[in-house]
Structures are given as structure tokens and as C-alpha cells.
């Protein structure tokens, strides 16, 4: 005689544990002040670029750090080095994205409450990153001009799950005749409301505005601590 | 692709349940929202690679899958999307982000097996 098949209740988030951990990682920057930023985009479009720039120039007003996800090679750390603030390199081997387990073995060692701004750069990768909460307050999604302006549209996740959209190497704009009104609509077509920068790292350009927004993002973190 | 890491830990999951109920998973029901970030062809090919050499070897999956709904601040409605391309309402069109279902990604159900040894009491 065949077992009856029955079915049995269960109900349980498939990434719950990684949902406990973001959530327990998200207390520990909010108890210590710091504010944290993820970066998430595809391989190339400019996340270390933007990253050593802000880095550099945001180091003189609030105690920053940096965690840079990569598969291999630890050249995106030692290149943000250069901008004299604490960098750690995590290596994923295989996995295409960074998960909470990976932040939290990565701050080993580190005091949080040294720290007011924490950078996230995630694995080079449009699909995967976006359903691992990492326990950051802002997401920052990046679209390079020579990426095309339909981006958002074939990731329409990721895009959704960001906070903030930055469109990078805009000094190539005009070389790639990237149309930026086709690039906001479909911004605004997968994530209504999204705020969206367009900065160029390598000139400088639009980097003031972008500063200035996360400047006052830091600052009312800081000081709900400090309250 | 991270559907591998995904379907490793259902089945691990599921086996564990299995282990504890003293029964043997025949299929994993699957829900699976249209913004949760995973493929399902990729999640159910995934799936068959993750039962290999384990209690699960030879179960099923089954997917349902959960359109992504909003609901529209203007006309006060939750609607369907037609595409996950544009969040907007389906009755007023108005653009609206605020997602009520689509990011599941939850297991809701075993389908287990009892052992023969408790068929027999029975």
C-alpha cells in the first residue's frame, strides 16, 4: 500500500535568514550612528570610480569606511586605499552577490561607533544583489551612459529595490548620445518617485549634489544618535 | 545566478522539517512574487541539482507564482500590474509605488509522505 501525500503547512521565508541578520546588522549601525550606503550595478559601470571620489571627499566631515564586494582580487580595495580610509575587501569566490553573513564577518574587527558613514560597493550585478537586504539605509542604484537608456527596464527589480538612481560617466553623454529624459522615464517607470543624480566621477561633475544629499542623510542619522 | 544558493536552502529546509516529522517530502510548494528577484526556470532547474544525494532526491516543485499588486494613492484601488516594467495603476494609469504583494518568496507547504511503518498503525 502506497504513503497518502498530505500537506502540511509551513510557511517560511526562503531568505529569512539573511532577513534576521540584515535586521540584526541594522540595529547595531542604528545604535552606533552610522549611516549606511549600498551600491549595486552592473560590472563596469563605475561603483569603484564613484566610490574612491566620494570617499576622498567626504572623508573630511563625517569618519568614513568602505566594504567592496568583488568574486576575486582584492584591486578595488587596494585602489580605494588610496583614499586613506579604512577599506576591506570581501571575496565572494562564486557567489554573485553580497549577502548580510558576509558584512557582518567582513566588520569584524572594526568599531562601529568609530564610524558615522559606512559605503557598501556589492558584486558587479544587476539581478542577484536585489533580494539580499544587507541592512543599509540607502540603496544606490548606478546606470553608466554607455549602458543605454533601457537599463531599468530589463532589471526592473533591481531598480525597484534601490533607493536613489545615479547615472554615471556622464562626460560620456554626449559621445554616446545617451538620451537622458528617455533615461529618467524609465527610471520613473519601474521605481515612481526615484530621485536620480547624473554624475561624472572623472570630471566632477554633479558629484556637489550627490554629496550634498548624503550629507544631509548622515547628518540626521548622527544626530538622532547623538540625541 | 543565485537561484542555487535559493533552491540549497529550501531543500535544506524542507528536510530538516522532514527529519523532525519522521516523514519523507514528496514536494515543496513554492510561492514566488513577480519582484522577488528569482527566475523560476532557473529556480526549478536549481531545484532537481539541490535534491541530488539528499532526502528530497525525486520530490517536486511547485511554484505558484504572485503578480505584483499595488495600490493607487489617487483612485484609493489595488490593482494588478500589467508589466513589472511600469508600476502604475491598471484602472487610472497613475504611476505608484507602493507594492502590496509580489516580493514573496516564501515556502507555504510540504507535501509529505508518512513513513510506511505509521500507515500500518493506522
Known amino acids: ?227 | 545566478m543565485h537561484e542555487l544558493s535559493i533552491a540549497m536552502s529550501m531543500v535544506e529546509m524542507a528536510a530538516e522539517e522532514a527529519a523532525r516529522r519522521g516523514v519523507k517530502v514528496s514536494a515543496i510548494h513554492l510561492k514566488l512574487g513577480g519582484f522577488a528577484g528569482v527566475v523560476k526556470d532557473a529556480l526549478l532547474f536549481s531545484y532537481e541539482v539541490a535534491c541530488q544525494g539528499t532526502t528530497l532526491e525525486g520530490s517536486r516543485l511547485v511554484i505558484e507564482e504572485v503578480p505584483v499588486a499595488v495600490y493607487c494613492p489617487t483612485c484609493e484601488s489595488e490593482t494588478t500590474l500589467a508589466s513589472i516594467q511600469r508600476l502604475c495603476c491598471s484602472a487610472c494609469g497613475a504611476l505608484t509605488s507602493q507594492i502590496v504583494r509580489g516580493r514573496e518568496l516564501e515556502v507555504v507547504a510540504l507535501e509529505i509522505e508518512e513513513e510506511a511503518e505509521v500507515e500500518c498503525e493506522v
Open chain 1, 1 to 227: 500500500m502506497s504513503a497518502q501525500p498530505r500537506l502540511v503547512e509551513v510557511r517560511q521565508n526562503v531568505l529569512k535568514q539573511n532577513d534576521l541578520l540584515a535586521r540584526e546588522l541594522r540595529r547595531r549601525f542604528r545604535e552606533a550612528g552610522v549611516y549606511v550606503v549600498s551600491l549595486v550595478s552592473s560590472p563596469g559601470t563605475g561603483k569603484t570610480a564613484l566610490l574612491e571620489k566620494m570617499l576622498t571627499t567626504l572623508r573630511d566631515e563625517w569618519r568614513v569606511a568602505a566594504l567592496v564586494g568583488d568574486l576575486a582580487t582584492d584591486n578595488d580595495a587596494a585602489r580605494l586605499a588610496r583614499s586613506q580610509v579604512p577599506v576591506k575587501q570581501i571575496t565572494t569566490g562564486t557567489v554573485c552577490h553580497l549577502e548580510a553573513a558576509m558584512v557582518e564577518r567582513a566588520l569584524e574587527g572594526w568599531s562601529l561607533d568609530e564610524l558615522e558613514l559606512l559605503f557598501i560597493e556589492n558584486v558587479g550585478n544587476l539581478v542577484c544583489p536585489s533580494s539580499y537586504d544587507l541592512g543599509e539605509d540607502l540603496r544606490i542604484v548606478l546606470l553608466s551612459v554607455t549602458e543605454g537608456e533601457d537599463k531599468p527596464l530589463k532589471y526592473p527589480t533591481i531598480f525597484n529595490t534601490a533607493d536613489v538612481a545615479v547615472i554615471t560617466k556622464m562626460d560620456l553623454a554626449e559621445a554616446v548620445e545617451f538620451d537622458s529624459h528617455a533615461a529618467h522615464t524609465n527610471i520613473q517607470s519601474v521605481r515612481p518617485g526615484m530621485e536620480i543624480f547624473e554624475v561624472s566621477a572623472k570630471t566632477g561633475e554633479g558629484m556637489d549634489k550627490l554629496k550634498q544629499f548624503l550629507g544631509t542623510r548622515i547628518a540626521a542619522t548622527v544626530s538622532v544618535q547623538a540625541i
